[in-house]
């Protein structure tokens, strides 16, 4: 038997210990768990034999089976020893333990297999603290009626603790008891690693075990004697007061050479020679010593002397080594030597001798520990590798967790939670915020419900979220989408993105269409009273705006539903001295971009309103009269599709127009991929074309006088942060007079490939050029292809379009971005609406009216398909497609 001390024998302890009625108030702080308490049994209960307090394990595992020693062995077992609980599923399985963090524990271990299935197949598995290998238990060589202990002294890294049992073979792992006791914090210290118990004797020749209550840590002594030595003893308690309270029944006996002359002498064989070593030698004088005697020896390690002692009368001395020793080919040799003027021979009264375990691994951030244990009892997740320490050691990583565990000198962090498809139900945890270093978190394909939480967004490392295929409500927080904005991924359900906007407005349209006409008319006459001139803003490239609206603090209903606000009040406010731009924009600080008419700034009004502050160079300008009228109407065009001018500079030279900011900037870039890579999803691309065409819509025929745009294109189409579209850049509009036939523009303006051909070749100009120029839009958003590619078989996007789908092939057509994640009845729709806009022959196109009906139509089996149980407005398509042709009046919103 290798480590006899490992065999603890079971009948010895009933036979040896008397029955000990001891308090609970004597055990603080232990920890004694009964594994495989059978849950008719009470718990906790105090175990005859020891007195000691034992619980259940329910509480403590959650997986395992409960197992119960063979009868026959029951009578001779301790209560704690007869159940146990044994681990046939999964590789690793782990108690999970409330401990004191930085309390030194000495924690034990037992296990007595007791034939409890029957096979006498005795098995051998590894125990783990926490990520760290402890030791393997082996029950191969103990016989069947016996048990097996290990005991370490450890220190919790934190407030709890994992002890792990790991399936090595073939057999498996179980456990009877485990147990904590808390021992005083200034023994048994160590340079580095853990105590495994080796040896723990008390010399006495009684054959007999001391633990609870004798000894308060409920260490276990055992007592061994030699031949060669001779016993003395006491009746009397000794003072043991020295922390390391050494019970009084061992400090009654010691052990002395039987050859008075002779050195009390060991030797200990270790496990494995190069085990590193300390000892705890204990004495204490147990005779009287008269005048004319003394007792004084040297102590002896290895044949070096380390300490002279004189044992005190009664009173416990410890000799214990500071570092750890080694011994020469593992043979560890004790002496005590009397010295010269000793006239007694040396005395022991009992040895601890353990042996260094390094536990190198550190634990995973206890922060994270906490944290992904609270989602696991949130969700009540029950998987099997989900025990013991998330990361570490890479082999038992949860399945479901990334993380970085790099490097050795750095606690191990989740940087990625995907419980995609487990069903879980609830909101989405709020635990998840304490996993300050999540990089990935995909929760897709769950039955999650409640709001997309605002918390996601102050998660400052991570980079992708997934919450797609839940039953989430609610918008996309402001937060999140500005985070979306710097580079974070985010895939969720397309009806979060196509928020409140134009959705609402088609539900309020259909409830209040009395009302909305009412204000329309009133409008009008708003309008039509303020209007002043027709200017030209001249300007040959696209503004590159690239913000968004009026700040997050701005609830759209403001601006939406009223139509036109009240004149008086917003012209006093939009006026703004070229000091307050200089101050807005923070000393031009900020170029968004820059366009023929000059730079596009960032900027900030009260530190809350984000702007986009077009300065407008001296040479673009077109005088200053037409500035003031362009001003003028744009601060009167009020519609939630289209950029809103906030307000404008008009201070001598410096002029300036103040738009909201679109923090999503357009939908070509969108598109193109660059915005972090993220994909806009088909239904989502369906919503920006439906506002796209509604603000259109509203030029064309809501606000008075109608107007051209002239330069519509995917640049000009802007995403405020809960991505609804606005159309941009008036610069080319034109107004005109409702009813005037003579829509002629001298000048031929737009950009190539969106240019309506008839319109290039007449010069003429009219509502349908912007309804072909939206065409090519969406031919842009269905294929994501260039509008013009001279590398093309067929260099206009029309041209291809019509190539390819005498081909028939839709996947060629379609943005491979979307990885054939749309509804096909969906996409023909559009395309065929794209083509009919795209017609060459501008009588053949339909109107921006008929557009939009169209889109939401095609809009709708997108929806449809994904809130089946969301009673938004799927149904409202067949509603919309009565209307067609109705002409119904564009609301000002
Ligand atoms: C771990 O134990 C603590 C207390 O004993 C308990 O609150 C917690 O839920 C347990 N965690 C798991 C994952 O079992
Ligand atoms: C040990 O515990 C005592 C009181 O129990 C405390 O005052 C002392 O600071 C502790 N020492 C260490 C090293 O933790
Ligand atoms: C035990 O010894 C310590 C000092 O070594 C002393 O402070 C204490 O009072 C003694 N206890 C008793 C019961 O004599
Ligand atoms: C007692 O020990 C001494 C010193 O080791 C030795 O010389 C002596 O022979 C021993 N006596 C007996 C009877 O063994
Ligand atoms: C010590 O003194 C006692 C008498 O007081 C005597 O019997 C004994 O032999 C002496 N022992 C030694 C070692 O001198
Ligand atoms: C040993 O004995 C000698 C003489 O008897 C004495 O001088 C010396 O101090 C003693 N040493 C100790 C450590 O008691
Ligand atoms: C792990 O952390 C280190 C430093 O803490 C960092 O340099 C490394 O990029 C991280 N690796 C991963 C995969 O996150
Ligand atoms: C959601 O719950 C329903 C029943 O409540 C169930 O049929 C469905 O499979 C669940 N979905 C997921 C993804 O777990
Ligand atoms: C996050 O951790 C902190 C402290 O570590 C705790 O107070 C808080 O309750 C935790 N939050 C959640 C949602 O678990």
């Known amino acids: ?302 044949g070096e002397v380390i300490y002279k002692l004189r044992p005190k009368y009664l009173k416990t001395t410890t000799v214990y080594s500071t570092g750890s020793l080694t011994c020469q080919g593992g043979e560890c040799h004790l002496e005590l030597k009397r010295t010269k003027n000793s006239t007694l021979p040396p005395l022991l009264t009992a040895i601890e001798i353990y042996t260094v375990v390094k536990l190198p691994q550190l634990e995973t951030n206890e922060n994270d520990v906490v944290a992904i244990k609270d989602i696991k009892a949130t969700y009540g997740l029950n998987r099997i590798t989900w025990q013991g320490d998330p990361c570490v050691p890479q082999k038992f990583l949860w399945d479901g967790l990334d993380c970085n565990s790099t490097d050795t000198f750095t606690l191990p962090k989740i940087t990625s939670l995907n419980l995609s498809s487990n069903s879980l139900t609830g909101t989405v945890a709020a635990g998840i915020q304490n996993l300050t270093h999540l990089e990935k978190l995909d929760l897709s394909n769950n039955n999650l419900t409640g709001g997309i939480p605002e918390f996601l967004a102050n998660m400052k490392s991570l980079l992708f979220i997934n919450l797609s295929k839940n039953n989430l409500n609610g918008s996309i927080p402001q937060a999140l989408l500005n985070r979306e904005k710097e580079g974070l991924k985010l895939s969720v359900d397309g009806e979060h993105r196509c928020f409140s906007g134009s959705c609402v407005s088609v539900t309020n349209k259909k409830k209040f269409p009395v009302m909305i006409v009412a204000l329309v008319s009133s409008a009008v006459v708003v309008i039509v009273v303020v209007l002043v001139l027709i200017f030209v803003f001249k300007k040959k490239k696209p503004s590159n705006l690239e913000a968004v609206p009026p700040s997050s603090n701005t609830p759209r209903a403001n601006v939406t539903h009223t139509g036109i606000s009240d004149t008086s009040i917003e012209t006093k406010k939009k006026k703004f001295s070229y000091s307050e731009v200089i101050k807005m924009t923070k000393n031009l600080q900020r170029p968004l971009g820059e366009g023929g008419f000059g730079v596009v700034y960032h900027g900030n009004i009260n530190g809350s309103l984000q702007v986009a502050v077009k300065l407008l160079s001296q040479s673009s300008t077109q005088g200053y009269k037409e500035f003031k009228a362009e001003v003028e109407l744009l601060l009167r065009v009020h519609h939630i599709n289209l950029v809103n001018l906030v307000g404008y500079c008009d201070e001598g030279d410096h002029l300036a127009l103040i738009y909201e900011y679109m923090s999503n900037r357009d939908l070509k870039h969108h598109l193109s991929g660059k915005h972090s890579g993220s994909v806009l999803k088909w239904s989502t691309r369906l919503q920006i074309a439906v506002d796209a065409a509604l603000g259109l819509e509203y030029l064309h025929a809501g606000c008075q006088p109608t107007m051209v745009h002239r330069d519509v294109k995917s640049t000009n189409i802007l995403l405020d942060e809960r991505f609804t579209a606005k159309i941009a850049d008036f610069g080319l509009s034109r107004s005109f007079q409702f009813g005037d036939e003579s829509h002629v523009s001298t000048v031929v303006a737009g950009t190539p490939g969106y240019l309506d051909p008839e319109y290039y070749r007449t010069g003429r100009l009219a509502e349908m050029s912007d309804v072909y120029s939206f065409g090519i839009v969406l031919l842009e958003m269905i294929t994501n292809q260039r509008v013009i590619d001279q590398s093309r078989e067929k260099s206009h996007i029309t041209d291809w379009m019509a190539f390819m789908l005498n081909r028939g092939d839709i996947t060629r057509i379609m943005d491979p971005n979307l990885q054939g994640d749309y509804n096909s009845r969906s996409v023909w729709r559009t395309l065929e609406l794209a083509m009919s806009c795209a017609n060459p022959s501008s009588e053949k196109r339909p109107s921006m009216s008929q557009v939009v009906i169209e889109l939401k139509e095609c809009l709708s089996p997108e929806n449809s398909v994904r809130n089946k149980n969301q009673d938004m407005d799927s149904h409202s398509s067949l509603e919309l497609s009565m209307s067609f042709d109705t002409k119904a009046v564009p609301s000002a919103r």
């Open 1 to 302: 038997m290798e480590s006899p001390h490992a065999v603890l024998l079971v009948a010895l302890i009933v036979t040896f210990f008397i029955i000990y009625l001891a308090q609970a108030e004597d055990q603080e702080g232990f920890i004694s768990v009964d594994c495989g308490l059978s849950p008719s049994e009470v718990s906790p209960y105090i175990e005859p034999d020891t007195g000691l307090r034992f619980s259940s394990d329910s509480g403590f595992i959650q997986s395992g089976k409960i197992g119960r020693i063979d009868k026959s062995l029951e009578a001779m077992s301790l209560k704690s020893y007869m159940t146990l609980r044994y681990f046939p599923d999964g590789i690793r399985n782990c108690y999970n333990l409330s401990v004191k963090q930085g309390t030194n524990y000495l924690m034990r271990a037992t296990v007595q297999y007791g034939n409890y299935d029957g096979l006498k197949i005795y098995p051998k598995f590894d125990l783990y603290i926490g990520a760290n290998f402890w030791v393997t238990l082996d029950l191969g060589d103990v016989d069947i009626e016996n048990g097996m202990v290990e005991e370490i002294i450890y220190i919790p890294r934190s407030n709890s603790l994992d002890v792990c049992l790991v399936k090595t073979g073939s057999s498996t792992p179980f456990l009877s008891v485990l147990e904590l006791r808390p021992l005083a914090n200034d023994t048994y210290i160590t340079d580095s690693g853990s105590l495994k118990n080796f040896r723990r004797y008390f010399l006495s020749n009684s054959d007999s075990i001391i633990a609870y209550p004798e000894d308060p840590h409920d260490r276990i002594w055992e007592s061994t004697f030699e031949p060669e030595w001779k016993q003395i003893s006491t009746t009397l308690e000794a003072n043991n007061s020295n922390g390391f309270l050494v019970p009084q029944d061992v400090l009654k006996n010691a052990a002395i050479p039987a050859n008075a002359s002779a050195p009390l002498s060991f030797t200990e064989e270790l496990d494995s020679p190069n085990d590193e070593i300390y000892i705890y030698l204990h004495f204490s004088e147990v005779q009287s010593l008269r005048a004319n005697e003394s007792r004084e020896f040297d102590i002896l390690w290895g």
